[in-house]
């Protein structure tokens, strides 16, 4: 059964929940008594209980909790230590269980035959896209100072510079070769194919250079809002359902190549040299090809009515969650004009 989609703009949500739940401080203390070496499975699952309460009154409409479940949810989704991996990705998956009963409930949904169901899927997109988002209007359409489009390009890196990794997660989820190609076609691009230097994550470090922007993020200190961006685009490519991973990853290349296309043309216009600009010029030209071999492999689920349910439900829930994000950037690029 779906409940209501929600998740939490924290700045602005004051949303009383009636539910008890261990303190914030709790889930953590018992999630790191968890992963200490040798730690019983009674510590895990004790653990487990908390982080589910927790993510439970987030969901419901917590900002507190919210907060402090995208934390920890990221904590246990970042690179750590090896030895802990198992249990982290286990914790994860439990979560999302949680995040499962949230999903949005689409009132109005109903099964189409698989070409009108791409034609919705990419009505939806078009619909919801970002390029008609007022901080975007303001970059692209405007004459935005350099303080704005150096916190533009900031969090672009945080989301962008390991989309590859995104990749190798949802190829992993299919047993078929030919299915898992898709992907391994596009991570070789992703790798810079017979040229390692040529990498995409490299590409975009030489555009942070350029605008001085270090290269290492400080995940701890991102807003509750830009964690739960990164965290659903791993929670949807790790999700045992495919939908998820599909629905995420086709929403973002199917808009890939119009919004490198503008960041590109905004550099251009900044006076940017064309070696800093390498990545986004690359981008703004070659996407739609694995926009449309992605599809093909849709398509062979696409005949099944709950695939094409979770698919929306996901397409929904990134774009809902993207709108709070780039909501609360614009925040933040217009108070850096408040004296």
Known sequence: MNETSTFRDTQHA??????????????????AEALKPGAASSRTALAA?????????????????????QSILLDLHLPGEPRTEPTRRWLASQIYQVEDRFAPALPDFRVLPVDEFRAKVDAEIASRTRVRHPMSLHLFQGAPPLRDVRLFLRHHWNRSYNFYSLLA?????FEAIHDASVFYRNLYGEAGAESPERAHPILLSHLMAYFDIPLRVDFAALDPLEKAYINNRIRCVRHTDVAWGLSLVYAVESVSCVNHLRIYEL???????????????????????????????IAKFAHDESFQRTFMQSLTRHFDINR?????????????HIH
């Open 49 to 69: 209980d908390a982080l589910l309460a927790l993510t439970q009154k987030g969901l419901e409409g917590d900002p507190a909790a919210y907060a402090q479940y």
């Open 14 to 31: 004051n949303i009383p929940s009636g539910h008890a739940m261990p303190a914030p401080d709790q889930a953590s203390i018992l999630l």
């Open 267 to 297: 550099l251009q216009r900044m006076g940017v040299p064309e070696g800093p600009c390498e990545f986004h010029r690359l981008h703004g030209t070659q996407d739609e090809i694995d926009t449309e071999e992605m599809w093909e492999l």
């Open 324 to 336: 709070a994000y780039f909501d609360m950037l614009w925040r933040q690029m217009q108070g850096q």
């Open 169 to 173: 997660e949802l190829a992993f989820r």
